[in-house]
């Protein structure tokens, strides 16, 4: 038969555990809040998942950094291309955006957020959802490309 005391200490370790992570969890919330409203951080992309074809498991460090005047996206593309560059090197989706629309949204413990290059021809709109642990998503539409999406992290470098 199990006592009083021996199922305190039973449950005290779980308890425990259980609000170190809720904890955690808060100051997760809190720190991505901070990095979002600031418009300092990094998404760092895991893999890739074309319109057509498998995911992509992305080995070498591909990411999208967002400061307070700039956008810098250094990611690679899978997928159908409806027009060829003329140089070889811009196959990727590699630029650098000084003038952008960025528009924040927090619904459902999440933050989406949209943004629109001006002065980048290739790419229209990429949509990023950030959620409250610092996983995210990115969603890239192109005027030349099929939409390619990423998965991946929020940093803070």
């Known amino acids: 038969m199990i006592t009083a005391i021996s199922l305190r200490r039973l449950l005290l370790p779980v308890l ?8 955690e969890a808060q100051s997760d919330t809190a720190v991505v809040r901070q990095q979002v409203e600031a418009r300092k951080y990094t998404f760092i992309a895991q893999n890739a998942m074309p319109m057509r074809g498998r995911t992509v498991q992305l080995t070498s460090l591909y990411d999208l950094k967002i400061t307070g ?23 990727g989706l590699n630029f650098t955006s000084v003038s952008f629309d960025y528009q924040v949204k ?7 957020v949209s943004i629109k290059p001006k002065d980048v021809q290739r790419v229209s709109e990429m949509n990023l959802i950030i959620y409250s642990n610092g996983r995210a998503s990115l969603q890239v539409t192109s005027n030349d490309r099929q939409p390619i999406s990423f998965n991946g992290v929020l940093s803070s470098k």
């Open 69 to 91: 005047d700039s956008v810098i996206s250094a990611l690679p593309y899978y997928g159908r291309a409806y027009s060829a560059p003329v140089n070889p090197s811009e196959n």
């Open 106 to 112: 927090y619904r459902k413990k999440r933050w989406e």
């Open 16 to 23: 425990l555990i259980s609000s170190f992570t809720n904890l």
